[in-house]
């Protein structure tokens, strides 16, 4: 399924093209504001989220200002830049990468409290590269298609972005602030479902670290308390990690100004996401060039105790190499010396494979063919990410060499990558090109690239429940949205063995021949529901008109029928 | 605007009776959590970073439902 549709409604601007309901009582998306089974994508008639926020609304349409933001529930990347300050780096749009912990403590743009009711974020037109950032917070109740929406804005700072957790022990509510280059900051509110109304007062702030400071949301400890980390762009990358009671709200330093001596400024070293060793640790990791060999720290974070300890990994390469064999670091040509603002980033992606965790130093660049892109990537080597396989337990100090993988040009170089499978072994990489790759990690061989899909420049991306991915991009001088499934079955083909059989008084014992198909035509395996629609047939297993059938990504899969008598019947995929 | 007290080696800073800023240990690169060696310590650290902290304002009245 890939061009779904172009909004040429008023540009565009008016609407946000792909927003899902996070209640998943709903299992709802709503395509220019109006409601589609999110698994089917069958239209909802009367469906229709209306409360749009006429034009301040970010633009997915013509300029650097434009990002096209979607709201899906498992995570968002901007992924697309022109210039090497363009504000890049703030990403307002960006949930998977605000959430150090994705799949427990995920952040997005909108939410759904305990209680059931929905908030909502709009972002104005010029939000993201702009000092004077427009936004508006809605929340609605659990239908945001029908009833009053109450909302509250800040013509500058504080209005919550990215929606993190709910404190529903002590009813309150953290959200970031993240609409600004040179700021950001967390927030928090009481009485999530009725604090939050028609007021222009800002939520309460307790953080905030200037001069390019990206938040991190990492999570909670054992004791409530949420963790907080900072990333300073603008110099280091200096790390500030803090965290709030869960009551006082009283806010505690951790972490101050943690960066490995030497390193190599502005390259943008974010934090990995973090995985859990055991129930009370939790670890995460940040890359650094030290002398040009690649330094990679360790932060173990106990969450009994309320600590948090690091220290430098152990890289071991093969024979006598070292990082410079397979790898340069990248330079940093064009770097807005004052916020960090840039349209890189170096984030190591941490995950984990048949009982091994892998950690590969992506790095992508939004402008790596425009600007000074093409000297900070000017060699092969500065071009290849390097992949290292992770010592396992207390060992997950020690890495161990795996892969590299070099892109042979500059436009192939990635803008962002987000995880579109709950294992977080395939990603959708959108690069230079322009255009999309999926990719697969292979145990033996690394990251390799599984299939592309070309000619468009995304903009945004995300992924939805279903592990759909959605595409947001200016084609046809409007517009555009994309569906894209690369690993999920969209196509399923029900062969019978014959089309037409004699009744004779008997019962007839027929076949039918299932398969599943992506988008790029691979078989897969994957479980549907078959229904027989009409009469004197049923499946031969259950004896009724339903049945659940695993496909094969190697063979055909049947199922066996019992025709019982005459009549016309049909096999549909239900489910 | 902050008032500061410093008791049983914890330091913290308030806005009126709101505790804003609870240190109990001298915060590093590395995490380790050293403690303070005295008040003067612990005001010294806090003299270098109040200036971009960010004082919460008041917390919002409860509306109502």
């Known amino acids: 399924m890939p061009l779904l549709f172009v909004n040429r409604e008023n540009n565009g601007y008016y609407t946000i093209n792909v927003m899902e309901d996070p209640n998943p009582d709903n299992e709802r998306i709503f395509l220019n504001t109006w409601g589609h089974d999110v698994r089917t994508l069958t239209p909802s008639f009367h469906k229709k989220w209306h409360f749009n926020w006429n034009d301040y609304f970010e633009w997915g349409y013509d300029n650097q200002y434009d990002y096209a933001p979607m709201y899906l529930e498992n995570g968002t990347i901007q992924a697309w830049g022109n210039g090497d300050t363009q504000h890049y780096g703030v990403n307002a ?95 928090s509110w009481s009485n999530p479902n009725t604090g939050f109304n028609n007021s222009t007062s800002v939520p309460t702030s307790y953080i905030s670290n200037a001069t390019g400071g990206r938040c991190f949301w990492m999570g ?67 890359g650094d060039f030290v002398s040009s060999q690649l330094v990679v720290t360790r932060y173990v974070w106990d969450t009994s105790g309320s ?36 349209s890189w980033q170096f984030k190591p992606y941490l995950f984990n494979v048949s009982g091994t965790n892998y950690l590969t130093f992506w790095i992508c660049d939004k402008s790596a063919n425009a600007g000074s892109g093409t000297t900070r990537w000017n060699s092969t080597l500065k071009r290849t990410m390097v992949t290292y396989s992770v010592g396992s337990g207390t060992n997950d100090n020690q890495l161990s060499y795996h892969s590299s993988y070099t892109f042979t040009n500059i436009t192939d170089l990635p803008t962002d990558f987000i995880p579109i499978n709950a294992a977080g072994d395939k990603l959708c990489v959108p690069n230079n090109t322009p255009g999309i790759k999926f990719w697969s990690f292979n145990t033996s061989t690394g990251w390799q690239v599984d299939s592309t899909y070309n000619n468009i420049t995304p903009r945004c991306i995300g992924v939805d429940r279903t592990y759909r991915v959605w595409v947001c991009t200016r084609e046809q001088a409007y517009n555009t949205v994309h569906a894209i499934s690369p690993s999920r079955a969209l196509d399923f083909r029900v062969v019978m063995n014959s089309t037409n059989y004699t009744y004779s008084g008997s019962n007839i014992t027929a076949t039918a021949t299932i398969n599943a198909y992506t988008t790029s035509n691979t078989r897969v395996a994957t479980t549907a529901t078959l229904q027989i629609i009409g009469t004197n047939a049923v499946f031969a297993s259950t004896g009724t008109n339903t049945q659940s059938v695993t496909t094969s990504a190697s063979a055909d899969t049947t199922v066996n029928i019992t025709i019982t008598g005459p009549g016309m019947v049909q096999i549909k995929v239900v489910a | 605007m902050f008032t500061t007290s410093f008791n049983g080696g914890v330091f913290e800073a308030k ?42 304002p008041e917390p919002e009245p409860t509306p109502a439902p």
């Open chain 1, 307 to 342: 600590v948090i300890s690091s220290g430098t990994c152990t890289i071991t390469y093969p024979g006598a190499n070292t990082y410079t064999n397979y790898a340069n670091a990248f330079t940093t040509e064009g770097v807005d010396g004052t916020y960090g603002r840039n």
């Open chain 1, 93 to 187: 749009f960006t949930t998977f990468h605000k959430a150090l912990e994705w799949n427990n403590f995920p952040v997005r743009n909108t939410f759904r409290t305990a209680a059931g009711n929905i908030y909502w974020s709009v972002l104005g037109r010029t939000t993201v590269n702009s000092d004077s950032a427009y936004a508006r917070a809605y929340i609605t109740g659990p239908d945001c298609t029908s009833g009053n929406a109450f909302y509250r804005f800040d013509w500058t700072t504080r209005v919550p972005t990215h929606y993190c957790w709910e404190d529903t022990a002590n009813s309150r509510m953290y959200a970031m602030c993240s609409l600004r280059p040179d700021i950001e900051y967390v927030s």
């Open chain 2, 15 to 56: 806005i009126g009776d709101r505790i804003v800023v609870h240190q109990p240990f001298k915060p590093t690169s590395t995490g380790a959590q050293i403690a303070w060696t005295d008040e003067a310590d612990a005001l010294a650290w806090w003299d270098e970073t109040k200036a971009s902290f960010t004082p919460p």
């Open chain 1, 220 to 286: 909670t400890d054992n004791a409530g308390w949420t963790w907080w980390l900072f990333s300073i762009d603008g110099s280091y990358s200096a790390y500030y990690i803090y965290k709030i009671h869960p009551t006082t709200l009283a806010v505690t330093t951790v972490v101050s100004n943690a960066y490995p001596a030497s390193n190599t400024q502005y390259q943008k070293s974010w934090p990995s996401n973090l995985y859990r060793r055991d129930a009370n640790t939790r670890v995460f990791y940040r």
